[in-house]
């Protein structure tokens, strides 16, 4: 008995944070219900009517935020006033998006549509949370209409399988998907740079091995659960944009790089730019402690 005890009790440890996200997630459907009930809500949920329920639920995700990880967000001036197409690196939950979303919406009163996986919209008793919050498939369609109507779009490229198989040295895990970059030609819209500092040493997954990377691209679903929660510094950046170019074509897109005069494509841009925040803003290899001494240490100037 008290061996069984103390191996629920460390399971328990190293799966409680997430655990809590899951169920905080629930419990904001649930309130997005009551609310939608009491107010009689029927209007699409990107109308502005959702917005006092959004704010009380970007006013509770910042709180969390800046209690567990003393989250910060710097580079809001880097954002265009109208459409663009963010994209990030992909931490083992994307929790510190949810932090970023919450700061955005609190600061500039801002609706930033967030493009998630399939397996998402697969998930019972939370398809109202994920209409509100702005989560959408990531159709080419959805997403040009998204920019065309003045939205920003997030993205991460590498998706599930950098969640999964990234690590502590923070490799980007895009493969070919370069979807994202042609919706920006196809909207004429800059694409804009984005990553939060230390997000491997707070939430993690288990090593790869071989028969799970199988498993995950025969299936394309999350094999392995997260873990941890560690409560150490996030931080995340907002980069320079990337203009969008009138001069790269559908066809130059393919390429890594445009033959006459080798100038970059956007995707190998795009791809530099991410890179660029990592090697700036994060000790590669990741390390725990000095994570957690950017929290409680001494504070950044």
């Not at 998706?159 to 919706?183: C, H, I, T």
Request: aromatic share 12%; hydrophobic share 45%; charged share 20%.
């Amino acid at each position: 008995v008290v061996i069984f005890t103390l191996m629920i009790s460390a399971i328990l440890v190293f799966f409680i944070v997430p655990l809590t996200i899951l169920f905080f997630i629930y419990l904001a459907n649930i309130f997005l219900l009551i609310y939608q009930r009491n107010s009689e809500v029927r209007a699409d949920p990107f109308s502005d009517v959702w917005d006092n329920a959004r704010k009380a639920l970007a006013s509770f995700w910042d709180m969390c935020a800046r209690i567990w990880h003393g989250y910060e967000l710097h580079g809001v001036e880097n954002l265009p006033e109208g459409a663009g197409i963010l994209v990030y690196y992909h931490g083992a939950i994307p929790i510190d998006h949810l932090c970023f979303l919450s700061r955005l919406f609190l600061w500039k009163k801002r609706l930033c549509l967030s493009v998630a996986d399939n397996f998402v919209f697969h998930l019972p008793g939370i398809k109202l949370l994920l209409a509100v919050s702005g989560i959408m498939p990531g159709s080419r369609e959805e997403c040009l209409s998204a920019l065309r109507k003045g939205h920003l779009v997030s993205i991460s490229p590498g998706g599930v399988r950098e969640a999964l198989f990234s690590d502590e040295s923070y490799q980007l895990m895009w493969g070919n998907r370069k979807g994202f970059a042609q919706v920006a030609i196809d909207a004429k819209v800059p694409i804009i740079p984005m990553y939060t500092q230390n997000v491997r040493e707070a939430y993690k997954m288990f090593k790869e091995t071989r028969f799970l990377r199988q498993l995950y691209e025969s299936t394309r679903l999350p094999c392995t659960p997260p873990y941890g929660g560690i409560p150490v510094k996030f931080r995340t950046y907002i980069g320079d944009p990337i203009p969008y170019d009138p001069n790269i074509t559908a066809e130059e897109l393919v390429e890594k790089q445009i033959c006459k005069g080798q100038q970059r494509s956007l995707l190998f841009q795009t791809k530099t730019a991410v890179q660029a925040l990592i090697d700036k803003h994060q000790r590669i290899p990741g390390s725990i402690w000095k994570a957690l001494l950017d929290r409680f240490g001494t504070k950044k100037k």
